[in-house]
């Protein structure tokens, strides 16, 4: 259920990138890492906290989308809807909350530097060129059916954001090429706790014997 594609150097704590396509279940194996007490930075999570009110995604958000305000945090529905209407606003923001981004990613390497490995859940691994420092990266996927199905249930998501948010990521052949390890999600709970477990229990045997 996970295989291993090229060499890494061994640091003094190890970084693994955990991504995949929207709707592929990075939340849900993100957990299991949580649950076996190892730090997950999640970046969606930051973003979630930069968008509160008076942070400084939320001023961010306010000067190029102001329509995209509520009285306590950015409303992501209307911001997607926004970027959907005018696409050059995605790079505008980009540019100005990525930095805040890595920034947070500094702070949660230097917090657990001792710690022998933490994940960074991060969906545009890839394609933002996270994977340059990180040790090993590990994707999560299911077959398009069922990533649709997934995706499709969350609320406000329609047929044209799903396309737009694919349009924006890696095709799968790609990001699967790229994968240090690999984990199918289109199992049953149980089973998909238990791979995850499994694979934390034989990565953290090498990292101590690395």
């Known amino acids: 259920f996970f295989l291993m594609t090229r060499g890494h150097k061994h640091y003094k704590v190890?970084?693994?990138?955990?991504?995949?396509?929207?709707?592929?279940?990075?939340?849900?194996v993100a957990k299991v890492f949580s649950k076996a007490k190892i730090p997950v930075w999640n970046a969606d999570k930051v973003v979630e906290n930069l968008y509160k009110k008076n942070a400084e995604g939320y001023q961010i958000i306010a000067s190029i989308v102001p329509e995209a305000i509520d009285?306590?945090?950015?409303?992501?529905t209307r911001l997607?809807?926004?970027?959907?209407?005018?696409?050059?606003?995605?790079?505008?923001?980009?540019?100005?909350?990525?930095?805040?981004?890595?920034?947070?990613?500094?702070?949660?390497?230097?917090k657990f530097s001792r710690r022998p490995l933490i994940v960074f859940e991060i969906p545009l691994l890839?394609?933002?060129?996270?994977?340059?420092?990180?040790?090993?990266?590990?994707?999560?996927?299911?077959?398009?059916r069922v990533q649709k199905a997934r995706v499709?249930?969350?609320?406000?998501?329609?047929?044209?954001?799903?396309?737009?948010?694919?349009?924006r990521q890696l095709?799968?052949?790609?990001?699967?090429s790229k994968a240090?390890?690999?984990?199918?999600?289109?199992?049953?709970?149980n089973e998909l706790r238990a791979k995850v477990k499994e694979f934390i229990k034989q990565l953290e045997k090498n990292v101590r014997t690395a």
């Open 126 to 144: 890839y394609e933002t060129k996270s994977d340059k420092w990180l040790d090993a990266v590990l994707v999560v996927t299911a077959p398009k």
């Open 180 to 189: 240090d390890y690999v984990i199918n999600t289109d199992v049953g709970m």
């Open 152 to 167: 499709m249930k969350r609320e406000a998501m329609t047929e044209e954001k799903l396309d737009f948010f694919l349009a």
């Open 71 to 76: 009285t306590n945090s950015v409303n992501k």
């Open 14 to 28: 190890y970084k693994l990138g955990l991504t995949g396509s929207i709707g592929m279940g990075k939340t849900t």
């Open 171 to 176: 095709k799968e052949s790609v990001r699967l």
């Open 80 to 110: 997607s809807d926004a970027i959907l209407r005018n696409k050059i606003l995605l790079k505008e923001i980009e540019e100005k909350v990525h930095p805040l981004l890595k920034k947070s990613r500094d702070q949660f390497i230097d």
